[in-house]
């Protein structure tokens, strides 16, 4: 069972939009909303991290939407670049938990 | 930030061979260290954590004679696939956690090992 379900699979962006991706989960007892850039071949890497007390979170050009009614939150990329193009992955955990739940991951191309 | 490295970066070997891979967390102690595994175009599959000094716990399906996990060290996990299969081409990347139990949970990713199984 996809504890996180993750949308869109792919995502293709004009050079200077808006990328979004959404995740949603069910279990309530998540506290710790991570998000994962991953280039080809590579590792992913922490981009921006959440925890249920705020409903927003900015770095930079990233920012995490949170919606703890609905249990979903989302990443924003604004001003998209071609660097940007990678693989995105939302995750949840909760405190004590040993590992974290992955979405499904979402492949974003940024055209110039 | 936290840096975690593997090796080696890529690996070919031939069926029925054993593959070491290893994961070092380079600058901070990981109590507890994670192994995924992922094929192309998909989400990273927990196949195992690992905890300084005891017993790797398996995710249900991975064989745990099949991946032999040592977490020996503090900064060093090793993951070994024995008698390696084609079936077990994939990549394989590890994971470090620094501040277990604390609500601050990160994990820092190493760069990945992509095994081929002639």
């Known amino acids: 069972q996809q504890q996180v379900k993750q949308s869109p699979q792919s995502l293709i962006v004009q050079k200077g939009g808006i990328s979004i991706i959404n995740c949603a989960y069910e279990n309530t007892a998540f506290d710790y909303f991570p998000w994962y850039q991953q280039f080809p071949g590579k590792g992913p890497a922490l981009l921006i991290a959440?925890?249920?007390?705020?409903s927003e979170k900015k770095e930079g050009r990233f920012t995490i939407s949170f919606n703890k009614s609905a249990k979903q939150f989302s990443l924003h990329i604004m001003d998209s670049q071609p660097g940007d193009s990678a693989t995105y992955f939302c995750a949840a955990s909760y405190t004590g938990a040993n590992n974290l739940f992955f979405g499904t991951g979402t492949r974003l191309t940024v055209i110039p | 930030g936290a840096v975690v490295s593997q090796h080696p970066s890529r690996v070919i070997c031939k069926s029925g061979t054993s593959v070491k891979i290893e994961c070092r967390s380079l600058?901070?102690?990981?109590?507890?260290m994670f192994w995924y595994r992922q094929f192309p175009k998909k989400s990273l599959m927990l196949m195992a954590t690992?905890?300084?000094?005891?017993?790797?716990?398996?995710e249900q399906g991975v064989e745990k004679d099949k991946f032999l996990i040592n977490h020996a060290s503090l900064t060093l996990s090793t993951l070994t696939v024995t008698s390696a299969h084609p079936e077990d081409s994939s990549f394989y990347i590890c994971?470090?956690?620094?501040?277990?139990?604390?609500?601050?949970?990160?994990?820092?990713f190493g760069p990945g090992t992509r095994l081929l199984v002639l």
């Open positions: 959440i925890r249920p007390d705020v």
């Open positions: 600058d901070f102690q990981a109590t507890t």
């Open positions: 690992s905890n300084e000094g005891s017993k790797a716990t398996y």
């Open positions: 994971s470090a956690r620094d501040q277990p139990g604390t609500g601050k949970e990160t994990q820092y």
